[in-house]
């Protein structure tokens, strides 16, 4: 008989899958189900399904509107961080697909606004000097030094007419010699015969007085005049031509959005070798680094360091929650989880020369007067320099400031949150006490309460250094990072 064909167990790699061919409402739901059931967990898993799920929101949504899709990537984000409120970069990937979308409106009605710059179109300048020399009018710089000039004061200006007869000239020059008052012509005109022969330029009334300078309005010389750029200056522009306007227009938004989420995918298949890329500059050479939990990051960026530098590492278990992580790394198009498996993460680092020493969490603080260097992975970076990590690291980050250690954080940008930890205690996920205290001790179990954090808080006092795939940044500046990324109207989803 033919063997049945394999399943593949629910996790990202059948969710990536099933993208292809189900329907969105029901990629959505099943999305949400997985995040609830925890069969997708940790922080790149969860992104890249976030990532593709927008994607595929996008892809099926008719963009006729950017409004409505505004909206509907909103309500698709407040259901995901609804089902996995602990994992925040769920929202942090949904900002940044909501400040992506209204970067391109902007630009979009910038374009629409100024669309000489895009365009090429020649200015008025630009236009008369490029008439040639036969002319007698001679151009005008488009500046606000010209603007203010001197001279403009005791010569007559320009006029915007392609060209110029030598009878309009001879015409204006007789005109000009009846109304200077004798012998004096040559002499420089005052300050109210500047504004006069500066008004006839322009065709404006006469203005004898300061009220009348006030009430006439004088065009400026350097003013682009009307219809010049815009094709659609010489159509009354109202409700109705308008909307035609914005909607013809919003329709090529879609290939720039979708292209934008495609570089936020790309940014989460490679953002371990960005960083990895700064870790000759903090690693040197016979160094003992402290590192924690099985952090995929971490990882590269030892092995990184060990192609030319010979160091030794300190691996603190994380016992027993290190245990659940995966044997290995699944794979399909390349996306990898956060954890490693204890073995898979020591192996590769010794099979690159590196000495491994494994110790309990409980041992830090006496070794750590030896340690040179502490580098951790996190689970979420919070906006005030905190972050949240595998349970133990915040007893490590405080034995390294006893010791006066560096402490050193490997993360991606994905993983800063605007989010502010003004309950922290509600950031920490709780794992099977099970695991500390086995339940068939069925009389203890009775009597004590016992409680597994899978993570810690840490201050952002306890930390040194943050390693991004933008470089290295103190904690006190994250806060920049974060406006870089995150549009303000879109820290808050749930509004």
Do not use: W
Not at 182 to 190: D, F, I, K, V, Y
Not at 200 to 205: F, G, R
Not at 366 to 373: H, Q
């Amino acid at each position: 008989m033919p063997s049945p064909p394999l399943s593949i167990a629910p996790g990202l790699p059948s969710f990536l899958k099933s993208l292809k061919t189900n329907s969105v409402d029901f990629s959505i739901d099943h999305l949400i189900a997985l995040l609830r059931r925890r069969q997708i967990k940790n922080s790149r898993p969860c992104a890249v399904a976030t990532a593709h799920l927008l994607l595929r929101v996008v892809s099926s949504f008719r963009l006729t509107d950017v409004g409505h899709l505004i909206e509907r990537i909103k309500q698709v984000g407040q259901r995901l961080c609804a089902a996995q409120p602990r994992e925040l970069v769920i929202g942090n990937i949904v900002r940044r697909v909501l400040g992506l979308i209204r970067e391109e409106l902007e630009a979009d009605r910038d374009e629409r606004t100024h669309p000489s710059s895009e365009t090429g179109a020649e200015s008025p300048v630009e236009t008369s000097a490029s008439r040639g020399t036969s002319h007698m009018s001679r151009p005008g710089l488009a500046s606000s030094i010209s603007t203010f000039s001197p001279l403009r004061h005791g010569v007559a200006q320009p006029t915007d007419t392609p060209s110029m007869s030598m009878e309009t000239i001879s015409e204006l020059g007789q005109s000009t010699h009846r109304s200077s008052p004798g012998p004096h012509s040559m002499q420089r005109p005052s300050l109210t015969s500047s504004h006069t022969s500066y008004a006839v330029h322009n065709a404006a009334p006469m203005a004898t007085s300061m009220f009348d300078l006030l009430s006439h309005e004088v065009p400026s010389p350097v003013a682009t005049p009307p219809s010049m750029h815009s094709p659609q200056a010489s159509v009354h522009l109202t409700a109705k031509n308008l909307a035609k306007v914005v909607t013809a227009s919003q329709r090529d938004l879609k290939p720039d959005i979708i292209g934008g989420i495609e570089e936020i995918i790309d940014e989460l298949s490679q953002v371990d070798e960005q960083i990895a890329s700064y870790a000759l500059e903090h690693i040197h050479s016979n160094e003992i680094i402290l590192t924690h939990s099985t952090s995929v990051t971490v990882q590269k960026f030892l092995l990184k360091a060990a192609a030319k530098r010979k160091f030794t590492v300190v691996h603190a278990e994380s016992y027993p929650n290190d245990e659940d992580t995966p044997d290995g790394t699944f794979s399909l198009e390349d996306v990898e989880d956060d954890m490693l498996s204890p073995e898979a993460f020591r192996k590769p680092l010794t099979t690159a020369g590196v000495t491994v020493i494994v110790i309990s969490d409980a041992a830090v603080f006496a070794l750590m007067s030896r340690v040179n260097k502490v580098i951790l992975g996190t689970h979420a970076v919070l906006a005030n320099g905190g972050l949240v990590a595998p349970a133990g690291a915040r007893m490590i980050a405080k034995a390294a400031r006893t010791h006066r250690t560096p402490v050193v954080i490997v993360s991606g940008v994905y993983k800063l949150s605007p989010v502010y930890p003004f309950d922290f205690e509600a950031l920490i996920e709780y794992g099977d006490a099970g695991k500390v205290f086995p339940y068939h001790d069925g009389e203890m179990v009775d009597l004590v309460e016992v409680e597994n954090p899978l993570y810690d808080y840490v201050p952002a006092e306890l930390v040194d250094l943050y390693i991004t795939n933008l470089g290295g940044h103190a904690p006190s500046y994250l806060y920049r990072i974060v406006s870089d990324h995150y549009r303000v109207e879109d820290i808050n989803l749930q509004q």
